[in-house]
């Protein structure tokens, strides 16, 4: 299984994209990974959110096979422990195909990727700065991986 990562825009905080590539690198002993960034729709005074949001939609499903899994990553989407996490991206695992995890930008994602998610799932109830969910979904990867492997890390 191939992980893809698809973020809209770029990481905007250093400190937060070294910390997100800590967690890739370390990923990379389990799974081979690959980031997307989507080019961000601009948003201005008089910029329609909905269409911003079907824009950079749009973008993100170009990237994915129909066969691909896909899980969005969106605030009001289902809330998992790192045990229930891991379980599913095992169950992910055996069927071989790659898995396209998206975090969508500060509008959040478009209700077009929403529906063709395989899962939709939340970090938290609260809203989370964007590099933060970044990285916390990069943790939770690894975390999930030393879980499947019962490896210490999660202790």
Do not use: C
């Not at 959110?49 to 605030?75: C, M």
């Amino acid at each position: 299984m191939k992980i893809h990562l698809i973020f809209v825009g770029k990481t905007v905080f250093p400190e937060m994209e070294a910390g997100i590539q800590r967690y890739l690198d370390r990923l990379r002993h389990y799974a081979s990974v690959e980031v997307h960034v989507v080019k961000p729709e601009k948003i201005g005074k008089r910029a329609d959110e909905e269409s911003v949001k079907v824009t950079e939609g749009q973008r993100i499903l170009k990237l994915p096979a129909p066969q691909d899994v896909l899980i969005a990553w969106d605030e009001r989407g289902r809330q998992m422990d790192s045990p229930s996490f891991a379980a599913l991206l095992g169950r992910i695992q055996e069927s071989a195909r790659d898995l396209w995890m998206v975090v969508g930008g500060p509008l959040g994602l478009s209700e077009e990727v929403r529906q063709k998610a395989n899962h939709i799932l939340a970090l938290s109830k609260m809203t989370l700065p964007h590099d933060l969910a970044r990285l916390v979904v990069a943790e939770q990867l690894y975390r999930a991986f030393t879980i499947l492997r019962g490896e210490p890390y999660h202790k």
